[in-house]
């Protein structure tokens, strides 16, 4: 325990000194896409790795050296990607599996990433806002499931996690939003609940979606990233559903 709240702590500070005090957010999210992409690949029992992961860090090394552009290099890097991928794959063993499992890695890992990692050039401290959410949704809804959580949520995937502890995390996140918000001034109050909002529905349904694809590989942890706390995955799996979504509602926002 003492391990891993210590790694946990390093942890939230490397990220709240990246996107809080630094221009290096988005070379943080290319690594951990890189990381979070082998991870995937190898519970999804990907054969052929290696086109994946290369394709994917020359699009990154690209973003690097030319500048991570928007909506149309986002498309248009995918796609490549995408061909580049399913071309490579079609003199595999297994044609069909390979494609179809390597697709999907791009489009929960990269597509997502990508996406996050143009947004972090601009808006640094909205990716810093979302992992505080997350952190907040987490650890009320682990607050409010442990005191009154009666009714599992997903009891096959993680029997654990209530619709108390749904609920809970959301009030909890909900306050958090509004304290943090009202002391940093990020943003205006109403598109802080917003965003709180947001990240407390869709956080624990990241979490799930990670813990399917784990328990179908009958694996607990995705892979050693942080000691205490597993791999890449195991730490980012509600980054990855939520902050788009919610970068996705801060943009709409700001058009209204």
Request: proline share 5%.
């Amino acid at each position: 325990m003492g391990k891993r709240a210590l790694f946990g702590g390093i942890y939230a500070l490397v990220l709240i000194g990246t996107f809080g005090y630094s221009d290096l957010g988005p070379y943080l999210l290319a690594v951990f896409t890189t990381l979070l992409l082998n991870e995937v690949a190898r519970i999804l029992d990907v054969q052929s790795r290696f086109p994946l992961l290369a394709f994917t860090t020359i699009a990154l090394i690209l973003g690097v050296i030319f500048g991570w552009g928007g909506p149309t290099e986002l498309i248009s890097s995918t796609l490549f990607i995408g061909v580049l991928l399913a071309l490579s794959l079609l003199r595999s063993e297994r044609p069909a599996h390979e494609m179809r499992r390597g697709l999907f890695a791009l489009a929960y890992i990269w597509l997502p990433m990508a996406y996050l990692i143009q947004i972090s050039e601009d808006f640094p401290w909205l990716i810093l806002f979302i992992f505080i959410m997350i952190w907040s949704s987490d650890t009320f809804a682990y607050l409010a499931g442990r005191q009154f959580g009666k009714r599992p949520l997903a009891p096959k995937l993680s029997p654990k996690k209530t619709i108390e502890g749904f609920a809970g995390g959301i009030i909890g996140t909900l306050i958090v939003g509004v304290v943090v918000n009202h002391y940093i001034g990020w943003t205006s109050a109403a598109a802080a609940l917003s965003l709180a909002l947001t990240v407390a529905i869709t956080a624990p349904f990241g979490d799930l979606i990670a813990s399917s694809l784990k328990r179908e590989a009958d694996i607990k942890d995705s892979g050693v990233f942080l000691p205490g706390h597993g791999g890449a995955l195991d730490r980012l799996d509600s980054f990855i559903t939520a902050a788009p979504v919610a970068a996705l509602v801060y943009y709409y926002i700001q058009l209204l």
